[in-house]
């Protein structure tokens, strides 16, 4: 009896112990959570993790704070989402540079994307535009190459550091024409556009959404979109495959993890959250406003965002490692 007992007393006491790491994850989310976006407010990763995040707090009922952590090209921020506890109360916006190319770049690996993350959905993607002073002597895309052929190192490049969307995107263009222009970093878009419009540099790539108010504007020049389908928001700019170079093909994409081991129902509540978030027209509809594309329901799934994280480690690692470019840290 006094066995029985005993026994008795200790499984009450596990029981009481386990309540409320039960109660935590069935009553999930009973607090704000936070979604780190490793990057300055204000540029294109920040604003389309604000809209997801919009709409995922008004699914899951509780708010849904946007912390920016930037440096070292978005990696400190994702060290420490992955380091952060796996309750669902922190999660992080990675791209094409945090979670593919970072994997490459730095001789010390702090992570690798396709592990030590649990992958939630893709949230959009922007195609690459190759863009460059308007008073350069050329139209179309086949003239700018030939531009960027004649001039060889005199032709300047600027992007905005090292394992940049810019960087790496015109690192691809240089090696698939088969040019070496010189290289001018910049600590950021914004002084590299100044030195664009000034014509201290003669090109640059980057994303649609961070490029169409100047080409809008008449500022800059458009020659490609490194996309199978023309832009909404530059439906003038002819795609690479359009301009004889299919294989010119480049997405800065932007997806949603958290850290490894979350519980599968954590995660189902999150999911769920974020499918109805891509899904609301409004959404949408603020997205295709910048040049950003909102992932298809078939986009949507974990197994996409893991294969899309896999394949793109592998295609960014050869085009880094043919290159020669590394960060010593």
């Known amino acids: 009896m006094r066995r029985v007992t005993a026994l008795t007393l200790v499984a009450?006491?596990?029981?009481?112990?386990?309540?409320?790491?039960?109660?935590?994850?069935?009553?999930?989310?009973?607090?704000?959570?936070?979604m780190v976006v490793p990057f300055a407010a204000g540029g294109a990763?920040?604003?389309?993790?604000?809209?997801?995040?919009?709409?995922?707090?008004?699914?899951?009922?509780?708010?849904?704070?946007?912390?920016?952590?930037?440096?070292?090209?978005?990696?400190?921020g994702s060290i420490r989402v992955m380091r952060a506890a796996p309750d669902g109360y922190t999660l992080l916006t990675g791209h094409m540079g945090t979670h593919a190319s970072s994997y490459?770049?730095?001789?010390?690996?702090?992570?690798?994307?396709?592990?030590?993350?649990?992958?939630?959905?893709?949230?959009?993607?922007?195609?690459?535009?190759?863009?460059?002073?308007?008073?350069?002597?050329?139209?179309?895309f086949q003239e700018f190459v030939?531009?960027?052929?004649?001039?060889?190192?005199?032709?300047k490049v600027g992007h905005s550091g090292i394992g940049s969307n810019a960087h790496l995107t015109c690192t691809l263009l240089n090696a698939l024409v088969g040019t070496k222009p010189t290289e001018i970093p910049y600590r950021g878009n914004g002084p590299l556009m100044n030195d664009l419009l000034g014509g201290a540099i003669d090109y640059s790539c980057d994303q649609v959404i961070t490029v169409a108010p100047q080409v809008s504007a008449g500022a800059i020049k458009a020659f490609v979109v490194a996309s199978p389908q023309r832009s909404k928001v530059l439906p003038d700019t002819a795609t690479s495959g359009e301009s004889g170079l299919k294989a010119y093909q480049a997405d800065a994409w932007t997806a949603l993890f958290s850290p490894k081991g979350l519980p599968d129902d954590i995660m189902t509540k999150i999911h769920a959250a974020y499918a109805k978030a891509m899904a609301d027209p409004d959404a949408i509809g603020r997205l295709e406003?910048?040049?950003?594309v909102a992932p298809a329901p078939e986009q949507q799934s974990q197994t996409y965002l893991r294969n899309l994280v896999a394949s793109d480690v592998d295609r960014w690692t050869r085009v880094i490692t043919d290159a020669h470019i590394s960060i010593a840290d």
């Open 12 to 34: 009450s006491a596990f029981s009481l112990l386990m309540a409320p790491v039960a109660s935590a994850q069935t009553d999930y989310p009973n607090r704000a959570i936070t």
């Open 45 to 76: 990763t920040d604003v389309i993790a604000r809209i997801v995040a919009e709409g995922m707090s008004r699914q899951l009922g509780k708010p849904i704070i946007i912390e920016n952590v930037a440096g070292a090209g978005g990696t400190i």
């Open 104 to 140: 490459a770049l730095y001789e010390k690996r702090k992570y690798d994307p396709r592990t030590d993350f649990e992958p939630i959905g893709l949230m959009a993607s922007a195609p690459i535009v190759v863009f460059g002073r308007k008073d350069l002597p050329a139209t179309t």
């Open 289 to 292: 406003k910048l040049g950003a």
């Open 146 to 155: 030939t531009l960027m052929k004649e001039k060889g190192p005199d032709f």
